[in-house]
């Protein structure tokens, strides 16, 4: 039976932003649709609202020509609609099957028979009888379709799914949905990766700023008109130059280790690596692989041992980030609004966090307001950083004029090394592009840079080395010319 | 149709016209209050807010109350601006007291002018000591400062009663529940001749002044907001975060001794039981009232103060209970929250389209 989806005029408006703007959508059963934008695009509540999470404020939603009322998510579900949400909706210490029993109605026995057919039949394999926690991300993903899938669902919606899997469990992923898809399954797929919906999809929705941008058929598009659609401006493609890079050795890491008292961290084991001047070392993995315990260590916020840490021929292991920042090296860490700046304080207030001695913004433990809003302003007009208020809240300025402003902040006093984490993370395509570039310009003036991300096209593009980080252990340190995405996706799953 | 937007950016002016606004419509609730207690709201408030002051005596009294209400909301400032919520200031105050009443009693058969310094320091010394129990416990063992900051209000009260009940009670005062009178010069100074206003003015002022120096002009200032928004960057930046939390518990607990050596040294002159009717408590909202500012504190300090002489005077010309002065100060509390609302979003009004 073909099933009919069509979002009719939906607008949806939160104080202070149009979430969805007289949004109208229509879908059909044995295709894969793509809902593509960038972050605050507006998917999300798009999504949320056919998923009953979101009442919206206008407009209705027709499921085979009959009126839906979504009030909650049970209505939802009572209407076949399932959802596959990018944060997991499970819990850690019960059982797969405990887990898929939950929100059922039907008899254990029966539900287990139903299960392992379902799992036959598109090969999952996950052992029901195991706690939630000792399963991957991938598999947990499983788990969530599979508790669609009971329902027998007409509509099956997946946001970023696959920003948690590795190269090797995204592909499986794609393969389960075309099935579906055949199965007469209507399948949205929610998504900023360009790629997967090239790969994947049938038809994309673009969406901006809470607007329908376009729909068309994917063998219309390529990946440049998509992100041309996305973002509404033409994007130049950038490219590194290789060059010959010297053989000046900047950073030493020798037998690093990290052992942490909270179980939610990661353990760092025997981490060593060194890096010349003007090269980048990208660092890939799955997020929660101990990057964040790397980009504190070399940091200085987690301090270890004086001689496992060699820069510039000092041995720095034991000092804080002001200390080392002493000895030019300069810190991008991944949470722009938590850690890299404060948002309730003015942009020049952000700009005394990274203080050296030299910079004089504290003479006689006395601010130095106007010394201070000078380099600021310096930051503003060499860092492109679109705003003219120094006294401006950090709040008010968009993520990529925020990491601009970090960026061009750390940078700004040309330290030798750069360490940065996730530095495009969430960003439109404007800023990331603007970022590389940067990046790549402190490398051609011979600076270099420890790129800590989990954007493996991000890597591969800016990379002069690249090794992986898998449960805190750092994997040999590869060539960046004889690195694919492929083999990448093995070494961040574990594999050799 | 009316329209709820979000504002840009909070404007200076908002900021300081919303505890105006708290102000009057405290003053329109408490005239409904008074209306349906039977009264005539505006005479009620007259008596309230009006004839409290009206005379010399009176504002004097007025700038007694505020005095306490000042310096300990200086010192919350620096604690709720970065973020940690001390709301134990009243224990502060009496564990403040009672280490400054042992010194002064130490001394009372004595006169010199070294014993008022020594007693005021012991003040500000047991607010630091009491206040650094939360801080510790909070930095080095993760518990939650709003709960231990507030239980330790009621141990030091218990410890003060204990005191002037038993081995600091006057032994010649018939078994009531204070202490000796400390000697004349262990007394703030009286400002003028039948007025209790004292020295301790002098205290908040000076406390008020320094409070804004170090906050907005010092790198320590700095570190400290930082640290108060966010301990991830002040560990970025280098700062010693956790150096930061005490160091506001400590400031906050002197300037709360600090109102306590003012209380029991100033009109007083001994340690009994009631050595603070609340004002720890009520500070809180004069912080907020004030916008953690230290001007603003100032007239917050005046407005909160003369809740507590027109709950006085209510009581005696209206026979209405003292404790109408807690609804007021409750009622400036409420509505400046909510007002507060305006401080993020505004009203839009648009003609009925659709």
Redesign the interface.
């Known amino acids: 039976m073909n099933t009919n989806l069509k979002i009719s005029n939906v607008t949806k408006i939160y104080p202070g932003c149009i979430a969805n703007d007289d949004v109208s959508l229509e879908f059909n059963s044995g295709k894969i649709y793509a809902l593509l934008g960038e972050n605050g695009a507006g998917k999300s509540t798009l999504v949320k609202i056919l998923s009953g999470v979101v009442i919206p404020d206008e407009g209705k939603i027709y499921l085979n020509k009959n009126i839906l009322k979504l009030n909650s998510p049970s209505d939802a579900k009572k209407n076949d609609i399932g959802m596959v949400f990018q944060h997991f909706n499970l819990f850690e210490t019960l059982s797969v099957f405990e887990n898929l029993i939950i929100d059922s109605d039907e008899q254990r026995e029966s539900l287990r028979e139903k299960i392992d057919t379902i799992m036959k039949k598109y090969n999952f394999s996950v052992d029901l009888d195991v706690p939630v926690l000792n399963l991957s991300a991938g598999q947990k993903q499983k788990v969530e379709i599979i508790r669609c899938l009971i329902r027998s669902p007409k509509v099956l919606i997946m946001d970023e799914p696959t920003s948690v899997l590795t190269e090797q469990e995204t592909s499986e992923l794609f393969l389960s949905l075309k099935k579906f898809s055949e199965e007469g399954i209507l399948i949205i797929y929610i998504t900023h990766k360009l790629k997967e919906v090239m790969q994947l999809c049938d038809e994309v929705a673009v969406m901006r700023r809470g607007k329908l941008v376009s729909v068309s058929q994917i063998d219309n598009e390529n990946i440049e008109s998509l992100a041309n659609k996305m973002v509404g401006q033409d994007l130049k493609t950038i490219k590194k130059k290789k060059e010959n890079t010297s053989s000046e050795q900047l950073i030493k890491i020798t037998n690093l280790n990290f052992t942490s008292e909270d179980p939610f961290e990661t353990n760092l084991v025997d981490i060593n690596f060194s890096l010349n001047r003007g090269e980048c070392l990208g660092v890939a993995g799955i997020s929660g692989n101990g990057q964040s315990e790397l980009f504190q260590v070399l940091s200085g916020e987690i301090i270890s041992n004086k001689n496992s840490i060699e820069f510039n021929k000092n041995f720095i292991g034991d000092l804080n980030p002001q200390e080392r920042r002493e000895y030019l090296m300069a810190f991008s860490p991944e949470d722009r609004l938590e850690q890299a700046a404060i948002p309730q304080m003015a942009i020049f207030e952000n700009v005394a966090l990274n203080n050296f001695k030299s910079s004089n913004f504290f003479n006689n433990g006395l601010i130095n307001e106007s010394k201070i809003k000078e380099h600021s302003k310096k930051i503003i007009s060499e860092f492109n950083v679109n705003t003219d208020n120094i006294d401006l809240k950090s709040q008010f300025l968009s993520g990529g004029n925020l990491q601009k402003l970090i960026i061009g902040r750390e940078l700004i006093t040309s330290p030798d090394l750069l360490i940065c984490f996730n530095p495009t993370w969430g960003l439109d395509v404007g800023a990331i592009n603007y970022i590389h570039e940067t990046l790549i310009k402190i490398n051609e003036q011979n600076k270099s840079i420890i790129l800590i991300s989990t954007d493996t096209d991000e890597l591969l593009k800016l990379s002069d080395k690249i090794s992986v980080i898998h449960r805190g252990r750092l994997s040999k340190i590869m060539n960046a010319e004889d690195v694919t995405s492929e083999k990448l996706g093995i070494l961040m799953g574990g594999g050799n | 149709m009316i329209k709820?937007?979000?504002r840009?950016?909070p404007s200076k002016a908002i900021f300081f016209f919303t505890p105006v606004l708290a102000i009057f419509l405290t003053l329109i609730a408490g005239g409904i209050i008074f209306y349906i207690l039977g009264f005539k709201p505006f005479e009620a408030l007259k008596f309230f807010f009006i004839v409290p002051i009206a005379d010399k005596y009176g504002f004097s009294e007025l700038l007694l109350k505020a005095t306490p209400l000042c310096l300990i909301a200086i010192g919350l400032s620096f604690c709720f601006k970065s973020n940690n919520w001390n709301i134990g200031a009243e224990g502060q105050l009496t564990f403040g007291a009672i280490v400054s009443g042992g010194v002064a009693l130490l001394f009372y058969d004595q006169e010199g002018f070294y014993i008022l310094p020594i007693v005021i320091l012991a003040g500000a010394i047991g607010g630091m000591i009491y206040a650094s129990i939360p801080a510790i416990l909070k930095t080095y063992f993760n518990t939650n400062e709003i709960l231990v900051s507030l239980m330790l209000v009621y141990v030091s009260k218990l410890i003060l009663d204990y005191l002037v009940v038993g081995p600091w009670s006057n032994p010649e005062g018939f078994n009531f529940p204070e202490t000796r009178q400390f000697s004349d010069s262990a007394r703030l100074p009286l400002l003028f001749e039948g007025l209790r206003i004292h020295a301790g003015i002098f205290l908040a002022l000076a406390a008020v002044v320094i409070s804004w120096f170090v906050f907005?002009?010092?790198?320590?200032?700095?570190q400290m907001?930082?640290s108060g928004?966010?301990l991830?960057?002040a560990?970025?930046?280098?700062?010693k975060g956790k150096k930061m939390i005490i160091l506001v518990f400590l400031i906050s607990g002197a300037c709360a001794g600090l109102a306590g050596v003012g209380e029991i040294t100033g009109p007083i002159g001994q340690l009994h039981r009631e050595v603070s009717p609340d004002y720890g408590f009520t500070a809180i909202i004069v912080a907020f009232l004030g916008r953690l500012h230290p001007v603003g504190i100032i007239f917050a300090s005046l407005v909160v103060a003369i809740t507590y002489l027109g709950a006085e005077t209510a009581q005696i010309f209206m026979q209405i209970p003292k404790y109408t002065g807690q609804v007021f100060q409750g009622m400036i509390l409420f509505f400046l929250l909510a007002s507060d609302y305006l401080l993020f979003?505004k009203f839009k009004f648009i003609g009925s389209k659709k």
């Open positions: 709820i937007v979000k840009d950016q907005y002009k010092t790198y320590l200032g700095f907001k930082v928004f966010s991830k960057t560990k970025y930046a280098g700062y979003f």
